[in-house]
């Protein structure tokens, strides 16, 4: 989140309440999700969020590599998030940045706290997330990609862990922030969360929020993420119905 003039600054919402993109505050962009949409991978998911384009796959239980990080009384969950040098405007080294690394890290904290992983001792559950075109939110997106490949590859979950990002613009709580609401809001806050208990998994802020913004931002992003959990569900359930045919 850039700081700029203000005549540079975009108008981000409308006299009558409407964000940039001609969406309300409550309303999420489009989302897409296939899951399996690998063939070689254990489990897979392709997610298209706005024009946020994402894809993971997992791989394992599997032998741990280095070994020294081997668990004898569960698995790890080993994450590793990354932008692809094409996947935004303006030019990107190749590889893993600091800003990666430290996603890769919380994305992977969050389903160390919902996988199974004391059923596959000595072992290690590998998630790969690609983002070929980013559009801001690409974390959340990557990690509902992540948990729909985790279930597709059979991974024992409390639950499917949806994502999404609350964010202040133009003096308002809005729900999904895109590219011109995160480089010119005030605030952005992304979310993740078991459904069943409510229980946070993941909670980043950047900007400021009073107390009263907070709450309502967190009560926002809560009904956000109910939302794409009910898609993250339909896409399995597409898959199981289709079996292995969509897979690339």
Known sequence: MG?????????????DGLRIDGRREDEIR????VAG????????AFVEWGHNKVMAAVYGPREVHPRHLQENHKAIVQCRYNMAAFSVDERKRPGLDRRSQEISKVIGEAFESVVFAEEFPRTSIDVYIEVLQANAGTRCAGLVAAS???????IPMVDLLPAVAVGKVAGEI?????????????????MALVPQSGR???????????REELAKALDLGVQGCREVHAKMKEALRTRYAEGDGGAA
């Open 37 to 44: 949409a690998l063939r070689q991978a254990d489990g897979s």
């Open 200 to 210: 946070l998994v993941l909670l980043q802020m950047e900007g400021h929020l009073t």
């Open 174 to 190: 809005v729900l999904d922030l895109k590219k011109e609401e995160d480089n010119y809001g005030e605030a952005d806050l992304p």
């Open 3 to 15: 700081t700029v003039g203000a005549k540079d600054v975009p108008v981000l919402m409308s006299p």
């Open 148 to 154: 729909v490949a985790l279930a597709d590859a059979g």
């Open 30 to 33: 489009p989302i897409r999700i």
